[in-house]
């Protein structure tokens, strides 16, 4: 019986990275539930997730279909999720990722917490620059956020919007317009 239940959770695992892969890879605009697919993306990220011990808290209001690129997001969220455990949980043995999603009329709004070290007011403006990073000596390549910034403003016709104050962890607001 546990074998066939960790059986179960393998083939579902393996599903979700088969989606996420093929949705990152491809520029194919599609149908799909934002809530499961942003889950499919936590699920295939099992691993780092666990391993940085960090616990995420997801608060989905009600299951939005989208016709837009599932790979963006896969890309929106494991970037950010990435960015907290690189640069939020850095001296922190765990850490809490909280994700929201809603939609009001033709406005998709999705909001990821962190509640890690939080980002300086001298930094806070250059985060979405191409190339800035406070981590090139581990190997930052400050591209992680541009990324998302490009992704968000081009390809998903949104925004983003960067709230922190230092030792208070990171509140990235993201607008899409459907």
């Known amino acids: 019986n546990t074998i066939y239940i960790n059986l179960n959770k ?35 990220m099992n ?9 995420i808290v997801t608060k989905y209001t009600q ?3 989208i016709n837009s690129y599932p790979g963006a997001f896969s890309q929106i969220i494991t970037n950010l999720i990435i960015n907290s455990i690189r ?3 850095k001296d922190k043995h765990e ?8 939609q009001q009329n033709h406005t998709i709004k999705l909001i990821y917490k962190d509640n890690g070290c ?15 990073t406070t981590n090139r000596q581990e190997g930052g390549t400050g ?22 104050k230092e030792s208070q962890g990171v ?7 459907i």
């Open 10 to 44: 393998t083939a579902q695992l393996v599903r979700s990275f088969k989606q996420v892969a093929v949705d990152q890879t491809s520029e194919e605009k599609r149908e799909f539930v934002i809530s499961k697919y942003l889950d499919e993306t936590l699920l295939s």
């Open 63 to 65: 299951d939005i279909k």
């Open 171 to 177: 509140e990235f607001i993201i607008t899409i317009n």
């Open 118 to 132: 939080g980002i300086t007011k001298e930094n806070l403006s250059k985060i979405f620059d191409p190339f800035f």
């Open 87 to 89: 640069h939020g949980f």
């Open 47 to 55: 691993n780092i997730i666990k391993k940085a011990n960090i616990n």
């Open 143 to 164: 591209l992680g956020l541009n990324v998302i910034y490009n992704l968000i403003t081009s390809k998903l016709n949104g925004s983003i919007v960067c709230n922190s």
């Open 95 to 102: 850490g809490q990722i909280e994700i929201e999603l809603s």
